[in-house]
């Protein structure tokens, strides 16, 4: 079966406080960087997902999204697919 | 000053070890997923840059990947940059 890589991006909804974003943004101001603004943090997940063909390969991801790696309540997720060349057995 | 949009991969290099990942990549195959593996996870960042230049912002980025975003010992960095239409003022 065809092995794909996937990236995927889960980033906190624009609506949602970003803690983490703002305490990075203050340490980039302190360090003189101050023309680094609007900073926000998420999460980059990769993984290989073996399956039949690339649409089967999404519809495994996009589960796997919403039951595990993105709050869906506050996060969006995005995700990319390869197909790589499958490791010999 | 133009204002760039950065978004910038913090990532752990391949020879360390990667914890959250392995527990999500445990999460998943009890979740049946047993088709993901070699589970990574890294941070994702976006900010805004206000530069002279391109390459003015990508010296501000590589400062900021180098002292605060990213150690430099176990991790790597990447960004794209892309300019945004200044907000008026």
């Not at 709050?71 to 197909?83: A, F, G, H, R």
Request: proline share 3%; aromatic share 6%; hydrophobic share 35%.
């Amino acid at each position: 079966m065809p092995v794909y890589n996937a990236r995927i991006i889960v980033t906190l909804r624009s609506s949602i406080l970003d803690p983490e974003g703002t305490a990075i943004e203050h340490a980039l101001h302190e360090l003189t960087y101050t023309s680094c603004t609007n900073v926000r943090v998420g999460k980059y997940i990769t993984m290989n997902v073996e399956a039949e063909s690339e649409e089967n390969a999404r519809e495994i991801l996009d589960q796997a999204c919403r039951k595990l790696l993105a709050n869906q309540v506050m996060e969006d997720y995005s995700y990319t697919l390869e197909e790589t060349e499958r490791e010999p057995a």
